[in-house]
């Protein structure tokens, strides 16, 4: 079993700048990547940016290169995801995921076991 723990959602205006972190607790040593999702009102579920455990590649949805960034520290067990000139469209509930499959697409949801609680990210215009 793996739990992620998220944090540091909240509300910003336009142009502003969060940072989410997932802590991530018990058998983490299985894993292969941890993802990034966001869900808004109305919207399914959507892939926002992935890194993969051992070596730190990374992948990103296009409506966020350039602007996101997600890192990781193994020492701690955490990933970040450093979002920078935030959007209104980028206003949703953030998930981050854990997964210790190595097939699919580290971009498709199904393919994560754990999630966490989710956080809200509010950008107002």
């Known amino acids: 079993q793996v739990q992620l723990v998220e944090s540091g959602g909240g509300l910003v205006h336009t142009g502003g700048s969060l940072r989410l972190s997932c802590a991530a607790s018990?058998?983490?040593?299985?894993?292969?990547?941890m993802g990034w999702f966001r869900q808004a009102p109305g919207k399914e579920r959507e892939f926002v940016a992935a890194i993969y455990w051992t070596n730190g590649d990374t992948r990103y949805a296009d409506s966020v290169k350039g602007r996101f960034t997600v890192s990781r520290d193994n020492a701690k067990n955490t990933v970040y995801l450093q979002m920078n000139s935030l959007k209104p469209e980028d206003t949703a509930v953030f998930y981050c995921a854990f997964r210790t499959s190595r097939l699919g697409l580290v971009s498709r949801s199904t393919t994560y076991n754990y999630w966490g609680q989710g956080t809200q990210v509010t950008v107002s215009s």
């Open positions: 018990g058998r983490t040593s299985s894993g292969y990547a």
